[in-house]
């Protein structure tokens, strides 16, 4: 709430200047910075913002529904809720049969999950490697049908409204699993979660999913802490102080509401992939010693040369490996056991002990998680 203020702030100040002055992009860096960050405000394309295209910019953009991002970054979801009737359902799910981009809007049910996903960047890992792991645990018919975005665009909320062509003017509708879903032959949905999310962004798919197949099972990724730049000042066991007490704030939050909401609305029906807590015990891990192969948590956009667990603060490094991680993570949840079971697979590149310990850790992550909903009392990999 707090950055939001700061936000809101800093723009009238900014907006009051520019009314005052009547600047352009030609006279005012910030206005040049500005235009540089969003060239789409420059109305008129002849490289110069002027007040008034910035004033339009801000009112298109500004507001409940923004996706600006704020001052730390972090990015503002649009918060319309859109709640289509069935002659609106029923154009977009035929619109989208007519693309035939994607693949088949279904496959008959095989050996394996058929999936549809949902998500931003931080999902990307766990969603790429899952396709190779089910392969490599024998699930020839596991499948996977993606309509994704970059940041607040593939939050759960955003993919609804773009799939409607509520997302904005300029963007035209994208139907892409609607009509998937619609055949009724999915098994499962994923979404990655995002700043802000309500329990509605994900209560609008699950019922239209199990209205077309009421077998279905939904999981939500959850995030990690990141690793901030001034971090690189402070002692280590400082910034493990940081990163646990951010982590244990993001499951206290959105993880703890969206699974306890949506368990009460759909028993049994939702769950919460620990991809935060996975990547936490491998940062222990370093933090103690016992993971050599790893130089440093983040990479620092590859500055330092090295290998680690973040490649730039946030998104997981793709030199060390650590990438499949998430794909474990996902393989357990969703196969219901652990990929310590998985025989005969050595995945390119990773070290074997690396791999070992991330098939341990992804397993451990998923039975101690509150919102897995998996027990394994007895140990043998299995879901109980
Ligand atoms: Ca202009
Ligand atoms: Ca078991």
């Known amino acids: 709430m707090r950055t939001k203020f700061i936000f809101v702030f800093c723009l009238c100040s900014f907006m009051g200047l520019a009314l005052a ?32 295209e910035w004033r339009a910019y801000q009112a298109e953009t500004i507001g409940p529904n923004s996706t600006q991002p704020n001052r730390t970054g972090a990015r503002i979801q649009k918060t319309l809720i859109h709640k289509p009737d069935k002659a609106e359902f029923a154009k ?15 496959f008959e049910k095989g050996n394996g999950l058929r999936i549809v996903m949902t998500g931003h960047s931080w999902v990307a890992p766990g969603r790429n490697k899952l396709l190779e ?14 309509h994704g975005g970059g940041g607040s665009t ?42 802000d999310d309500l329990p509605e962004y994900y209560t609008q798919w699950i019922d239209f999913c199990l209205e077309n197949n009421p077998e279905m099972r939904f999981y939500i990724q959850d995030g990690w802490p990141r690793h901030l730049p001034s971090y690189k000042e402070k002692h280590p066991d400082e910034v493990m102080a940081s990163l646990e007490a951010d982590h244990k704030n993001l499951q206290k939050t959105i993880g703890k509401l ?16 620990p991809a935060g807590e996975a990547v936490m015990k491998m940062i222990r891990l370093y933090h103690e010693g016992k993971l050599p192969e790893f130089d440093c ?25 650590i990438e499949q991680l998430a794909g474990y993570v996902y393989f357990g949840m969703l196969y219901r056991k ?12 990773i070290p074997e002990r690396v791999d070992r310990i991330m098939r341990r850790v992804a397993w451990e992550a998923i039975v101690e998680s509150p919102y897995a909903g998996i027990a394994d009392e007895n140990q043998d990999g299995l879901a109980d």
């Open 297 to 321: 948590i983040d990479e620092d956009r590859g500055r330092a040369g090295k290998r680690g667990i973040y490649r730039d603060g946030g998104h997981l490094s793709r030199t060390s490996g």
């Open 133 to 146: 792991i089910a392969g490599a645990a024998g699930y020839a018919g596991h499948r996977q049908r993606v």
């Open 258 to 273: 969206l699974y306890t909401s949506l368990e009460e609305k759909y028993p049994g029906k939702v769950h919460m992939i």
């Open 154 to 195: 593939g939050a759960a909320n955003a993919i609804w409204l773009k799939e409607f062509g509520k997302w904005n003017e300029d963007t035209p509708p994208a139907p892409i699993l609607l009509p998937a879903i619609a055949t009724g032959e999915w098994d499962v949905m994923t979404w990655g979660c995002y700043y």
């Open 21 to 52: 002055q009547q600047r352009t992009s030609e006279t005012d860096p910030r206005f040049k910075r500005f235009l540089t960050q969003y060239p789409k405000a420059d109305k008129n394309k002849d490289g110069i913002l002027t007040a008034a």
């Open 338 to 349: 652990s990929p310590e079971t998985i025989a005969d697979y050595a995945p390119e590149g």
């Open 92 to 106: 977009f799910i035929e619109m989208g049969k007519n693309s035939a981009q994607r693949g088949p809007l279904s």
